[in-house]
């Protein structure tokens, strides 16, 4: 069973930074996509960044050009850099992947922005 596993989350003032971590049990090189999600209550998922295995990157409109996605192979992690957060930017953010048709998720981490 594949796990993903996130960490970077917690309580950050409006305008300061925060780095999540995602680490895959096995190889995320065999993931076809990884990427971040957010939710909050009453509201959809919504899709934050994303990368393919080619290293193509999508972001959301509203987090381009503050959050970056990237990964390091070697530690089977992806990163979500979040920098200048804003009140908007609270929600449970969850690890996403997929490969050969399955798609795999982590526990979600919290994000508070106070302001």
């Known amino acids: 069973q594949v796990q993903l596993v996130e960490s970077g989350g917690g309580l950050v003032r409006a305008g300061g930074s925060l780095r999540l971590s995602c680490v895959a049990s096995?190889?995320?090189?065999?993931?076809?996509?990884m990427g971040w999600y957010r939710q909050t209550p009453g509201k959809q998922r919504e899709l934050v960044a994303s990368?393919?295995?080619?290293?193509?990157?999508t972001y959301a409109g509203s987090v381009k050009a503050r959050f970056t996605i990237s990964r390091d192979t070697a530690k089977n992690t992806v990163y979500l850099q979040m920098n200048n957060l804003n009140s908007e930017d609270t929600a449970v953010y969850s690890c996403?992947?997929?490969?050969?048709?399955?798609?795999?998720w982590g526990q979600g981490t919290q994000i508070t922005v106070s302001s």
């Open positions: 996403y992947a997929s490969a050969f048709a399955e798609s795999y």
């Open positions: 096995m190889s995320i090189s065999d993931f076809n996509v």
């Open positions: 990368i393919t295995r080619g290293g193509m990157t």
